[in-house]
């Protein structure tokens, strides 16, 4: 054969091998409303950026009839592209092809791209449309899982890796993306369970739809499995294209700086804040009032929205917010908002992005639920990620910062490097009404009119405690600010912490608090 004639033979291997599951299968994944393996790809990464590897891989199983079954690609998709220009490694599982279920060779090409990512240090994009472990090569494709987890596991803090669900994703095929650093789900597409409805059904006797059990807005607000929630694919892909913008290849480097621009007018950082203790405002206006171009990227948005985290930039550069929320709970820290605070700040601090803390907090929220939960350990997770973080850490406390709240939300005892506060924060053990009730009881219940001492003692509390000159006094806090002048402080901040250098003592590892 020439050249030429065995080039075509080529094309056409290829092409037989690129119909995935065949016109029907086709079919039934976009009258499903969703895009395939392929679709997928092209559409995340810039136009003809996408090489791929492995396309004629082919399954050795042999039981089950599976020798008789032809899978193209055994099922998944690998390859390296751009977005944006930055490099990454992908893979995309078919379900076209055999449900996209894992078998040895379909993990081969995962782990392949994996170790690929890795080795180039440039992140991992995982696109997971999958029925699990292939269920005829048995154990060959549980010990496929394994090495994808192992993998996941060794990349962890080395390079972002971000996973995509993207159908009904069963077993093996969540554990994945729950080792790694951003989840996304997109609406009515997106399914992650361990176990599915029929099976919880056989065993438990319980009854629920998939959409119930493990949908993309149980994910995204109930579980906290999900990190971002889109309402079609096309909107889920430009919110990867987005993050990626705003995160480092690797640990061993810094995110690409942008061109500075000043936050948009409509948020005026002084007209946001109520001064009155008691009123809410969305903390999220104070970060837009705060970023270049008013760009905030939120991370967990609908879930423990009593604490907000993302991406922003100031003076062109990455930072990631940590902010109390007052409009939720009054912002208080719990369960599930000190485990979003803290696994976002471990994110932080693995990848080079300084860290901007908004406080505004009561406190640990009470009550036996809460206690119950376990918030002992899971509050002490922001403890420690603040107390490990390396990079530069700087905290504004816009209003009330009490108890643990204070110490907990990146102070001066937790190595933050700035500490700032404006003119209507209150700093103290709690509340003045709690504080005034404890301290002066035996006043209170002795006086000829309980309620007007009760009142001044409260009165005499605020006036001592809820402002920010006692802590200044003691140099906690570094400097007392006029609000507008946020920004620029912030920015001198960052520039200056820009070679911070501390270290660690030298251990294998830290044992957090799960
Ligand atoms: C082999 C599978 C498969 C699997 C789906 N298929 N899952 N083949 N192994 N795990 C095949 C189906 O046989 C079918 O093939 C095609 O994929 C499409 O599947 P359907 O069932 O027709 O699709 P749908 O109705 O949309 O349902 C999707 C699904 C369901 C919810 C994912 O297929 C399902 O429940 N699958 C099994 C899920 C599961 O229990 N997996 C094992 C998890 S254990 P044909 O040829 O008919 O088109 C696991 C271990 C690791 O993963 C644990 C690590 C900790």
Not at 188 to 202: A, C, L
């Amino acid at each position: 054969m020439s050249l030429k004639q065995k080039t075509k033979e080529l094309l056409k291997r290829r092409a037989i091998a690129e119909q995935g599951g065949g016109d029907k299968a086709i079919q039934k994944q976009t009258a499903m409303g969703k895009m395939t393996a392929r679709e997928r790809i092209l559409a995340l990464l810039d136009k003809d950026s996408f090489h791929e590897y492995d396309l004629f891989v082919e399954h050795d199983a042999r039981d089950f009839n599976m020798d008789k079954k032809v899978l193209h690609g055994d099922g998944v998709i690998t390859g390296t592209g751009t977005i944006y220009g930055s490099p990454v490694c992908i893979f995309a599982q078919d379900f076209t092809v055999a449900g996209g279920s894992l078998g040895v060779m379909h993990a081969r090409k995962i782990t392949k791209i994996m170790d690929h990512s890795l080795k180039m240090r440039v992140p991992l994009i995982g696109i997971n449309d999958s029925g699990g472990a292939r269920i005829q090569e048995g154990v060959n494709s549980l010990a496929g899982y394994g090495e994808i987890f192992f993998r996941n596991t060794l990349a962890s803090g080395v390079i972002p890796q971000i996973s995509v669900i993207l159908g009904p994703c069963a077993g093996g095929a969540v554990y994945s993306p729950a080792l790694t650093d951003f989840v996304f789900v997109v609406d009515q597409i997106s399914k992650m369970f361990i176990t599915g409805p029929e099976v919880i059904k056989t065993v438990l006797g319980e009854e629920i739809t998939m959409e119930e059990l493990g949908g993309a807005l149980v994910q995204a607000e109930k579980t906290g499995n999900a990190h971002f929630y889109a309402k079609n694919e096309m909107e889920c892909f430009d919110q990867i294209k987005k993050l990626i913008t705003f995160i480092p290849w690797n640990n061993g480097q810094k995110a690409r700086a942008f061109p500075p621009k000043e936050p948009r007018k409509e948020y005026k950082i002084e007209d946001i804040v109520p001064s009155d203790p008691k009123k809410p405002y969305d903390v999220r206006d104070v970060i837009r009032a705060l970023v270049d171009d008013s760009d905030f990227f939120e991370v967990q948005e609908r879930f423990a929205a009593n604490i907000v985290v993302g991406f922003g930039r100031i003076n062109g550069e990455t930072v990631g917010f940590v902010a109390n929320q007052p409009l939720v709970l009054a912002g208080v820290l719990d369960t599930d908002s000190s485990d979003k605070a803290a696994r976002f700040i471990r994110y932080c601090d693995a990848f080079n992005v300084p860290v901007v803390t908004l406080e505004d907090l009561p406190g640990y929220l009470p009550g036996v639920d809460q206690e119950h939960a376990g918030v002992i350990r899971h509050g002490a997770k922001v403890l420690y990620a603040y107390s490990e973080a390396t990079v530069p850490k700087v905290t504004i406390i816009l209003r009330k910062a009490y108890g643990g709240g204070y110490i907990a939300m990146n102070s001066r005892h937790l190595r933050a490097d700035f500490v700032f506060a404006w003119p209507t924060a209150e700093i103290a053990v709690m509340g003045p009404e709690g504080a005034a009730n404890i301290i002066f009881r035996k006043d209170i219940k002795e006086a000829d009119d309980p309620e007007a001492m009760r009142k001044q003692k409260v009165k005499e509390y605020k006036e001592k405690f809820a402002n920010p000159y006692v802590a200044a006094a003691k140099g906690y806090i570094d400097s007392v600010i006029e609000p507008e002048t946020t920004r620029r402080i912030l920015m001198h901040s960052i520039e200056v912490s820009a070679n911070k250098n501390v270290g660690q003592p030298k251990k294998k590892h830290g044992i957090p608090p799960f």
